[in-house]
Nanobody, 119 residues
Framework: QVRVVESGGGLAQPGGSLRLSCAAS????????WGWYRQVPGKQRELVAT???????NYADSVKGRFAISTDGPKRTVYLQMNSLKPEDTAAYFC?????????????WGRGTQVTVSS
């Protein structure tokens, strides 16, 4: 079982910054990819950013140039640096991790962390 825990959400002013963290633990020997997603009530969860084991990143058009995803492999942690925040960035942010263990691959989610951008 893979445990995924997000942290770092909170309240920020428009134009401000926040840094989200997500740590994965459990019985796996490889992390193949990480992803950050977000969801507002009544809407579908949407992709924010992903990063593969090789370091290839992908961003939603709405956050390109403002957000940056990065990892700390030894710590099994992924970060999402969010700059120039806008009110429309307000959402619950969820971390996703794709891991590999002997004989199986897992796709695991955290419970989310709330980000609110408001003056």
């Amino acid at each position: 079982q893979v445990r995924v825990v997000e942290s770092g959400g909170g309240l920020a002013q428009p134009g401000g910054s926040l840094r989200l963290s997500c740590a994965a633990s459990g019985a796996f020997y490889s992390i193949n990819a990480w992803g950050w997603y977000r969801q507002v009530p009544g809407k579908q969860r949407e992709l924010v950013a992903t990063i593969t084991r090789s370091g290839t990143t992908n961003y939603a058009d709405s956050v390109k140039g403002r957000f940056a995803i990065s990892t700390d492999g030894p710590k099994r942690t992924v970060y999402l640096q969010m700059n120039s925040l806008k009110p429309e960035d307000t959402a619950a942010y969820f971390c996703n991790v794709k891991t590999e263990r002997i004989g199986a691959r897992d796709d695991s989610w955290g419970r989310g962390t709330q980000v609110t951008v408001s003056s």
